[in-house]
């Protein structure tokens, strides 16, 4: 920036803003910039938002005299402004990409122009910032605006931060070896640390896997992964996961024993089965059931509950 302040009155600029709002072209890649003018005014299209650079001079009562009023403006017309504290986010290129808050790349913007702080009305699917340090008397004063997508001044949300876990990324990944594993991963527990983030990737993984093909000769893989699903939902909602037990052929008591999610407690003899039917108990919620084994391509089991 050099000794300068756009040459337009607050409402001017007032009007820029709002045409930038509607501007829809983004560069191919990151590192391209579109430059643009909207009435008279100078300005560029980065894959971060656009932005509108207000000035930089040594006159900062100068400067304010063109941002203040665009603060009361915004406030009438948006209503008040909320308050960007750059100090909080400094996340870098070296934190772990999983926990990196993207809010940090707004603070560095911020930083780069002398500054700690900035104001931002939150509009529907973006957000207009300003950043302004002419009122910390500083040598040059600095002030820019941006119009940027909303995501870059909220938290993740939580269904974004699901979509970090690696059993998440596993349901997304397009592969079905993947998918397969995950969502056996998934009947198979009942581990709260596991079933927790899949909660609010759901919706997610319903779209990217409504046209996966996973296989399964003598049981349909995708009827797997409906179960799965299922069984999540059954959390998510607080119901004992031995409810899961009864839509579904292949929970084998055995197994469930072994991991102590059930306790044989009985048998009952099945004459048109070659063994006979186990009694279980869930561990969890003490409700009993009768399961029969049976054979067909493959063993199967049908869960019964006991009233």
Not at 55 to 62: I, L, N, Q, V, Y
């Amino acid at each position: 920036m050099g000794e300068d302040i756009v040459e337009a009155t607050p409402e001017r600029v007032m009007a820029v803003i709002q045409e930038m709002r509607s501007l829809r072209k983004w560069p191919e890649s990151p590192d391209d910039r579109i430059d643009w003018v909207i009435d008279g005014l100078e300005g560029h299209t980065s894959f971060f938002g656009h932005c509108l650079v207000l000035g930089a001079t040594s006159d900062a009562t100068e400067l304010a005299a063109l941002t203040g009023p665009l603060v009361d403006m915004g406030d009438a017309r948006w209503r008040a402004h909320q308050q960007f504290d750059a100090s909080l986010f400094t996340d870098d290129a070296d934190t772990d990409p999983t926990a990196y808050d993207r809010r940090s790349a707004l603070a560095d913007v911020i930083r780069a122009l002398d500054s700690d702080a900035a104001v931002y009305w939150p509009l529907g699917s973006n957000a207009v910032v300003l950043v302004d340090n002419s009122g910390t008397a500083p040598d040059t004063a600095k002030a820019a605006v941006f119009v940027l997508p909303i995501e870059w001044v909220t938290a993740p949300t939580q269904e974004e931060k699901a979509l970090q876990a690696p059993i998440v990324q596993d349901f997304l990944s397009g592969d079905s070896d993947r998918v397969r594993s995950a969502l056996w991963t998934v009947v198979r527990t009942r581990d709260p640390k596991v079933l927790m983030p899949l909660v609010a990737a759901v919706p997610s993984i319903k779209r990217e896997t409504a046209d996966a093909d996973l296989g399964g000769m003598l049981a349909s893989n995708n009827a797997h992964l409906d179960h799965a699903l299922a069984r999540v939902e059954l959390f998510r909602k607080g119901v004992c996961l031995c409810a899961a037990y009864l839509s579904h052929q292949f929970y084998d008591p055995a197994k469930e024993e072994h991991k102590r999610y059930v306790r044989i407690v009985g048998t009952v003899p099945n004459y048109r089965q070659w063994e006979p039917d186990r009694i279980c108990e869930c561990a969890d919620c003490g409700k009993r059931f009768q399961v029969e084994q049976g054979e067909y391509h493959y063993t199967w089991w049908k869960w019964t509950e006991l009233r």
